[in-house]
């Protein structure tokens, strides 16, 4: 048996016997987690053990987990300072800037996979031009090289952790004012000109291990006229072509408006997988959720790309990991 294509969200702090039904259909492959899913962490580890006894193979589980004010689970995990302040440490020492990005990607990592999470969406790759709200200071910096080389010490860190690290927004979201939340962004820049800034991070990034990216619902009509996430000409011509990216390609969530321009649940879904994404999320909408898996009933998920983005290796206990106290030591210094 296969994993399918989609991933779901749930309501609340356990799984309801609606949603038990919903992730045991074959089109699901995962599951993504919010904080209203999280009260303690004893109960996060009942509720993705739960999850993890509905199928075989198991379900993914993850969750945005970037740190700053993406941080989904908060008592009795660390808090993870906004990326912005690890490029502002790169500023003063690059050294010691790119430790912390390498200790902040373990501790996530080992955090998550201790509480039965695989991965983050993580790390945010955009530039930050000073223009995107939505962005803001979830980006590393306005330098595409530094943020390679703070993500690449996140993924790096994070791989030791035994978590895959998901690159996001791609090919960028930072230079436009819109949020693709709740509005449909246009980037009127040229190929180029994106080529020489925002591509940067992610041609770095996909030689050195990053299992997944996730591309934004930002149109960008001097290349395409559809958001990246729906265009062919982004996922499969520069994406896999051009970039060489052979991992795991994540819709952004499918409920959001930067996606309405594709039409509705269902035909946003066939439109980002025939694009080129492999997984697509559905988030905040259960009443679509049965449609658009009946749907996609007989899709299925790459078995070696999903495998990628599993939670792997023996975990230390925590009390008993000396690399993961120095590395919370460490964040833990840095003003959050």
């Not at 198991?58 to 906004?82: C, K, M, N, S, Y």
């Not at 790169?90 to 430790?99: F, M, V």
């Not at 910096?141 to 035994?162: K, Q, R, Y």
């Not at 149109?219 to 011509?237: Q, T, V």
């Amino acid at each position: 048996m296969t994993l399918g294509p989609v991933m779901l969200d749930a309501a609340g702090l356990r799984l309801t016997a609606e949603e038990k039904e919903l992730l045991r259909h074959p089109a699901v492959g995962g599951v993504i987690l919010f904080a209203r899913n999280f009260q303690s962490p004893k109960q996060l580890i009942a509720l993705t053990t739960e999850i993890r006894a509905l199928r075989r193979p198991e379900l993914l589980i993850a969750v945005d987990h970037e740190g700053g004010r993406v941080q989904r689970f908060q008592e009795g995990f660390t808090r993870i300072p906004p990326m912005r302040l690890l490029g502002e440490r790169w500023e003063a020492d690059t050294a010691q800037a790119r430790a912390l990005a390498e200790a902040t990607g373990y501790v996530v990592a080992v955090e998550l996979r201790t509480h039965g999470v695989d991965f983050s969406f993580a790390p945010v790759l955009d530039v930050d031009f000073g223009s995107s709200s939505i962005i803001g200071d979830r980006a590393f910096s306005d330098e595409p090289a530094v943020i390679a080389a703070l993500a690449g010490a996140f993924v790096a860190g994070s791989t030791a952790g035994g978590a895959a690290s998901v690159g996001k927004h791609f090919p960028g979201h930072g230079y436009v004012k819109a949020d693709s939340h709740v509005d449909v962004p246009v980037d009127e820049r040229k190929l180029d000109e994106i080529e020489a800034a925002d591509l940067l991070p992610y041609r770095d990034l996909i030689g050195r291990g990053l299992g997944g990216i996730m591309p934004a619902h930002v149109i960008y009509p001097k290349i395409d006229k559809r958001p990246a996430g729906f265009s062919p000409m982004w996922l499969k011509d520069v994406l896999r072509g051009r970039l060489g990216f052979g991992g795991m390609i994540f819709s952004d969530d499918l409920s959001m408006e930067g996606a309405s321009v594709a039409g509705g649940p269902r035909e946003r879904a066939l439109a980002a997988l025939e694009a080129g994404c492999d997984m697509v999320l559905l988030c905040n909408a259960p009443q679509s959720a049965a449609g658009l898996l009946e749907a996609l009933k007989d899709r299925a998920l790459d078995p070696r790309r999903a495998e990628r983005m599993r939670g792997r290796g023996a975990l230390k206990p925590l009390g008993s990991d000396t690399r993961y106290a120095s590395a919370v030591a460490a964040i833990q210094g840095v003003s959050v």
